[in-house]
């Protein structure tokens, strides 16, 4: 059974800085992974979305790399702002078409 | 477009109350879905149709019903709400691999 774990489960970091968010799994059969940003009391955003094939994707201050061999994927946010605040959330697509979610990393970004 | 839309916002049961929370989509996606997000448990998928006239369950389906009779809607029906039904409701639809989500549904089952 696929498992993701995001560690850790909330970080503060000040302005400024490069953060690195983890998230692992325990099936390497995956199709993609895809990282989200929930703000609270709203829905899930999509962030960036890598396929199986892909090492990474970049969108703005944001890459998301994954090393599907190992189980492993991490979030990298560059000069961090208070606006980033929120939680961040991966998931992963199985080869059954079920999507599996981590419980997220909950970020603050210290003005 | 206005994407995913779900509603009530808010909803507050007794239990053994029904109740259907509604979810519709207008970017005509075959694939929607229904998770719930509780503290310390993340997103758990209830159920999902990829299609309308097709519906499956997902990790959590017990105490829930759904329906698809178009490619708009996907609600989802509490028969006999239960305190354990207390979380927040998320509706998804996919396109290819991405997902949408509506703003969800908090509920609360006294």
């Known amino acids: 059974k696929q498992e993701v774990t995001q560690i850790p489960a909330a970080l503060s970091v000040p302005e400024g800085e490069n953060l690195v968010l983890n998230c692992s799994f325990t099936d390497s059969a995956i199709y993609n992974l895809q990282w989200f940003r929930q703000d609270p009391g709203k829905g899930l955003t999509s962030l960036l979305l890598?396929?199986?094939?892909?090492r990474e994707q970049t969108s703005g201050r944001l890459n998301a790399s994954l090393d599907k061999s190992s189980g492993r994927s991490t979030l990298y946010i560059a000069a961090s702002q208070p606006g980033d605040s929120a939680t961040y959330l991966c998931a992963v697509l199985n080869r059954d078409d079920k999507i599996i979610f981590g419980k997220g990393t909950r970020l603050h970004i210290l003005p | 477009n206005a994407g995913v839309t779900q509603t009530p916002k808010f909803q507050v049961l007794k239990t053994g109350q029904s109740m259907t929370l509604q979810c519709a989509q207008d970017?005509?996606?075959?694939?929607m879905s229904w998770y719930r997000q509780d503290p310390g448990m993340g997103l758990r998928l209830i159920h999902y149709s990829v299609g309308a006239g097709i519906t499956d369950q997902g990790e959590v389906p017990n105490g829930y019903n759904v329906s698809r009779s178009t490619t708009e809607d996907f609600p989802l029906r509490l028969l006999s709400a239960a305190p354990s039904q207390t979380s927040v409701y998320f509706c998804?639809?996919?396109?290819?691999?991405?997902?949408?989500f509506g703003s969800g549904t908090q509920l609360s089952v006294l």
């Open positions: 890598i396929q199986s094939s892909q």
């Open positions: 998804a639809s996919r396109l290819n691999e991405k997902l949408f």
């Open positions: 970017m005509n996606h075959e694939y």
